[in-house]
């Protein structure tokens, strides 16, 4: 019987089987992904703030728009100005994405330049709240 983590590939006709990391088939990405804490990058108003901190970095991220992939990112070595990229998602780093998606544990990528960066793992992300949104004391 193969660990939950494993899943085989068998050749047609009984040949040999590759063991790889379950996390590396899609079935094994969507379980992997589906109950991690994070943050649907679409759901933060345009112009809000994310702070998504990394093992190396810490990240600042501001949707541009409603329903766009559109957006400025400041941090990391590759940013440390703001710039306009493209979000793609959160995955392991692979071939899989939860596009538009900044969860725990996984790594954001964005495209710029026509190149994909992927940064270190994300291990915390929060909507810092706009000044305007703040409730004032009566």
Same mark, same amino acid.
């Given at each position: ?6 899943s ?33 990058l ?11 901190r ?17 957006? !400025?990112?400041? *941090? ?7 710039? =306009? &990229?493209?979000?793609? @998602?959160?995955?392991?780093?692979? #071939?899989? !994405?939860?596009? *538009? ?7 954001? =990528? &964005?495209?710029w330049? @026509?190149?994909?960066?992927?940064? #270190? ?13 703040? &409730?004032?004391?009566?």
């Open positions: 019987m193969r660990p939950r983590n494993e085989a590939i068998v050749a047609s006709g009984g040949g040999t089987s590759t063991v790889v990391s379950k996390q590396c088939t899609l079935e094994g990405f969507v379980d992997a992904v589906s109950d991690r804490d994070g943050i649907l679409r759901e933060v108003e345009p112009l809000g703030t994310v702070l998504a990394t093992e190396n970095s810490v990240y600042r991220v501001i949707p541009l728009e409603a329903g766009s992939s559109r957006i !400025l990112i400041q *941090g990391g070595r590759f940013f440390p100005e703001p710039t =306009e &990229v493209r979000f793609a @998602g959160s995955g392991f780093g692979g #071939s899989f !994405l939860k596009l *538009g998606w900044i969860g725990l544990g996984l790594r954001m =990528e &964005v495209v330049g @026509g190149q994909r960066i992927v940064t #270190s793992r994300i291990r915390a992300v929060q909507v810092e709240q706009p000044a305007s949104a703040a &409730v004032k004391p009566s």
